[in-house]
């Protein structure tokens, strides 16, 4: 099962690459098209989309219906996100600074969200 630390942890890693991020939608495709983060052919992701991926988050492809996990892990992750994000922004939306709607100090969309990300991580193991 996967651990909230280990959900943030992949999420990171999935997006470190600006090339394996994106805004605007939860994935993409190597051909730019939204697709489900989950989908094997997701080539990128929001920040989001990387965590639903990263905590085992499935998604009906009929519907378009996200079942959270019966861990909580997806759900966690994210609410530890909103407070960190609250916190250096006063807002409560990380996808927000990922599409980078919402600033953090003079750092680009892609930094912002990786700082909101590490923040979260040195957070959870002070924590823990």
């Not at 953090?104 to 912002?112: F, G, L, N, V």
């Amino acid at each position: 099962m996967t651990t909230v630390f280990q959900a943030l942890t992949v999420t990171r890693e999935l997006i470190a690459d600006p090339a394996r991020w994106t805004k605007g939608y939860f994935a993409r495709d190597t051909a730019g098209s939204e697709v489900y983060p989950t989908e094997s052919n997701a080539v990128c992701w929001c920040a989001d989309g990387a965590l639903a991926k990263s905590a085992d988050v499935t998604i009906d492809a009929e519907s378009g219906e996200w079942s959270w996990d019966t861990a909580g892990v997806y759900e966690a992750a994210s609410k530890l996100l909103r407070s960190v994000t609250k916190e250096l922004t006063g807002q409560t939306s990380y996808s927000r600074v990922n599409d980078g709607n919402v600033e953090i100090e003079d750092k680009s969309p892609h930094e912002a969200i990786l700082f909101v990300l590490d923040t979260a991580l040195e957070r959870f193991e002070k924590e823990s």
